[in-house]
């Protein structure tokens, strides 16, 4: 059973960071795309940036340039590197993992997800 455990998230001011990290278990696909999305209420789920096997990633123009996705070597977990960030940064920040033909940020392909972590960024 895969599991997936989003930790680090919490208040900021505008400006500082944060690094999520996410927890991947019982995923054993070789060929995969792992992204973060976040939310907030009322709002339709939008991708923030996804990573494949081959290290290859993609980011929302939102998000270019202040935010990173990594993994570590051993795959296991994935991380979100968080900078000057904004208060439209805050919302529920979720991982998830897919094994698509193409790594994209729709949110239609990801199969797997975890609980979420809290983002709050004030002015």
């Known amino acids: 059973q895969v599991q997936m455990v989003e930790s680090g998230g919490g208040s900021v001011q505008a400006g500082g960071s944060l690094r999520l990290s996410c927890t991947v278990s019982?995923?054993?696909?070789?060929?995969?795309?792992m992204g973060w999305f976040r939310q907030v209420p009322g709002k339709e789920r939008e991708g923030v940036a996804a990573?494949?096997?081959?290290?290859?990633?993609s980011y929302a123009d939102s998000v270019k340039g202040r935010f990173t996705i990594s993994q570590d070597n051993a795959k296991v977990t994935l991380y979100l590197q968080m900078n000057n960030l904004k208060p439209e940064d805050t919302a529920m920040y979720y991982c998830?993992?897919?094994?698509?033909?193409?790594?994209?940020?729709?949110?239609?392909?990801?199969?797997?997800w975890g609980q979420g972590t809290q983002v709050t960024v004030s002015s």
């Open positions: 998830a993992a897919a094994s698509p033909l193409v790594c994209t940020l729709n949110t239609g392909t990801f199969h797997y």
């Open positions: 990573i494949d096997n081959d290290g290859i990633t």
């Open positions: 019982g995923y054993t696909y070789s060929s995969y795309c």
